[in-house]
């Protein structure tokens, strides 16, 4: 019994031995193989990063298909009308939660398929927020990006009235643009460039 004893207490201090050398030489060969897998690492990272930027990038395209395929496509912009009638400030806010900015025709030809869009999607005779403003210089027309505006199209009645300082694509008079009070409530189309 006793030599039954030192043999499995032999067998217990050999094993454990042998144990703590496995573990020493796969601490040494971790730490040999450890820059190597630093690089891999690294590499897999960046294909994740490359992969999810593509994913974002077709998820937005796809956003931008759909808002084409609900509104219409003129000259590499699409857009989408919103006939729920707004003030300016609440209609252009709800253009950029979209994505995009209240639409500005930038040619005669830009605003004629406008004028067409509007009256397909909102009615014959309503009136539609442009994404032009004169509120920090009385006659200067910008853009939402600040930009002079540079294609206008005015109808012949306008006077350019201190207390309207935004500007409203009308379908009375055949797309021509009026000054209003930007605290009227009027229907909008919201305009998205295509990536």
């Known amino acids: 019994m006793d030599l039954r004893c030192a043999c499995l207490m032999f067998g217990l201090v050999l094993l454990t031995h042998l144990s703590s050398q496995q573990l020493l030489s796969r601490k040494k060969l971790v730490k040999k193989v450890t ?9 897999l990272q960046k294909q994740i990063d490359d992969i999810v930027k593509e994913l974002n990038l077709l ?65 014959p005779d309503e009136e539609i927020w442009l994404g032009i403003n004169d509120m920090q ?10 930009s002079t505006v540079r294609y206008k199209n005015w109808d012949a009645s306008f006077k350019g009235d201190r207390s309207k ?8 008079i055949s797309g021509k643009w009026l000054d209003e009070n930007c605290r009227e409530e009027r229907a909008s189309v919201c305009e998205f460039n295509i990536v």
């Open 165 to 172: 300082n935004c500007a409203v694509l009308s379908g009375s």
């Open 59 to 123: 998820k937005e395209q796809q956003a931008l298909q759909t808002v084409c395929l609900k509104g219409t496509k003129i000259h590499g912009k699409c857009y989408l009308s919103d006939p729920l009638k707004k003030r300016y400030h609440t209609a252009s806010e709800d253009c950029i939660a979209k994505g995009g900015t209240l639409c500005t025709p930038l040619s005669l030809d830009d605003n004629d398929k406008l004028y067409d869009y509007i009256h397909q999607s909102i009615g």
């Open 35 to 43: 820059p190597e897998k630093d690089g891999a690492v690294e590499g």
């Open 137 to 146: 210089t009385e006659g200067i027309w910008v853009d939402q990006t600040g």
